[in-house]
């Protein structure tokens, strides 16, 4: 039996790719097969085996739920989305499962769709709005309006969904202006969470040959960051999780020179977090005295914290150097804080 209660619950996807399927146009920036590394709509079988063969590896009371990723899962024929979802309800009917997630295009959800999908178990459906300005997503060849998000957004609060709204800092024709205003149109909508995904160039896309005629221009990969920082802020003002920041580092987008240009690094998120814990310290060391000062850190947080080879740290060395700055763990603190006048603590560094 699954425990509901248990304190230590994480929640956890067990991701099924349909590459492209149900998608009726090309996006500018979209290579699905490789973003995917997959080229064909998955079986029944293939869905039942992939869930056989990943709850060994799940622990007990975790959130488990089946995610069908990749594609506009509510564009695939009517029948193959029954089949696909009907592997899942043994599963779901054992208790082994708590839900299925999906994604799909925000035109391609209406009150009937919806109707469709509740009786088999969808608990959470994931939009691509990408942006929220539609210069934007006319110049990216993406098919649908601001207005469709907005509108299939209402919907699926209404029927019961938990909702969930990806956009892309960075597109063609995108400002940094243009990626705020996103950002606030998608809080108007309150997601249960969102996820960001800089804009990539990947080979085989029109972004691609915008890129190398050189009308596109990716952002750096310290733009990204910076940009992320600001919007994991905004939502976070707004309770609002932001599950992801970036691709994954996958074969499937590393191997071979897949991406062409853009903001990838295979730890993007850590990147993000770790920026804005140097923005936030650097606020508090700026209101301290000069002299001794340690940065107290909860155990978990010092790798984000410090940075990658201690860049945080020694950025702050330089940014003030009457200060001398050390790190301190502390298992007891609940946030990072700084303190003054400290000589001689241990687990310094």
Same mark, same amino acid.
């Given at each position: 039996?699954r425990c509901?209660?248990?304190i230590?619950?994480r929640?956890k996807n067990?991701?099924i ?43 007990? @009371?975790?959130h488990?739920?089946?995610?069908? $990723? ?9 029948n +193959?989305?029954a089949?696909l979802?009907?592997? &899942?309800r #043994?599963?779901l ?15 391609y959800i ?8 509740? #009786?088999?178990? &969808?608990? +959470? ?15 990216n060849r993406? @098919? ?5 998000t ?7 609060r /209404?029927?019961g969904?938990?909702l ?11 400002t ?5 205003a996103?950002a606030? /149109?998608l809080?108007?909508?309150?997601p249960?969470?969102v996820?960001i995904?800089p ?8 972004? /691609? ?8 221009? #990716?952002?750096s990969?310290?733009?990204?960051? !910076? ?8 939502f976070?003002a707004?309770?609002?999780? &932001? ?5 994954m580092?996958?074969? !499937?987008?590393c !191997? ?11 730890? $993007?998120g ?5 920026a804005?814990?140097f923005e ?10 000069d002299?001794e000062?340690?940065i ?11 940075g ?8 702050w060395?330089?940014? $003030? #150097?009457?200060?001398r700055i050390?790190i301190?763990?502390? /298992? ?10 400290i000589v ?6």
């Open positions: 039996m509901p209660n248990c230590m619950m929640n067990i991701p790719f349909v590459p492209h399927a149900g998608c009726p146009n090309d996006c500018a920036f979209c290579n699905q097969r490789r973003i995917t590394g997959v080229m064909d709509v998955p079986s029944p079988d293939d869905v039942a085996r992939l869930i056989r063969d990943s709850l060994p590896h799940m622990r007990e @009371g975790d488990v739920e089946v995610a069908f $990723f990749g594609g506009s899962f509510t564009g695939i024929p009517r +193959t989305q089949a979802l009907g592997a &899942v #043994p599963f009917r054992a208790g082994q499962l708590d839900g299925i997630r999906l994604s799909t295009r925000p035109d209406d009150v009937d769709i919806l109707d469709f999908l509740a #009786p088999f178990g &969808v608990t +959470t459906i994931e939009l691509g709005a990408q942006s929220m300005c539609d210069e934007v997503l006319f110049a993406r @098919g649908h309006t601001a207005a469709d907005a509108r299939a957004s209402r919907l699926i /209404a029927h969904f938990s969930g709204l990806q956009m892309m800092p960075g597109l063609y024709q995108d940094a202006a243009r990626t705020l996103t606030e /149109a809080i108007a909508l309150a249960d969470f996820r995904y804009t990539l160039v990947l080979k085989d896309t029109y972004l /691609a040959d915008l890129y190398e005629t050189g009308r596109y221009t #990716p952002l990969l310290e733009e990204a960051v !910076a940009q992320c920082v600001t919007l994991k802020r905004m976070a707004h309770n609002i999780p &932001v599950i992801r920041m970036g691709l580092a996958s074969d !499937a987008i !191997a071979d020179g897949d991406v062409l240009a853009g903001p990838f690094h295979p730890a $993007f850590e990147l993000v977090e770790s804005a814990y936030e310290i650097a606020a508090q060391l700026a209101d301290v005295p002299g000062v340690e107290v850190v909860p155990p978990h947080l010092v790798s984000k914290v410090v990658n080879r201690r860049r945080n740290l020694y950025a060395q330089r940014q $003030f #150097p009457g200060k050390r301190r763990q502390d /298992a007891a603190a609940s946030a990072c804080r700084v303190e003054t006048g001689g603590s241990k687990q310094c560094f």
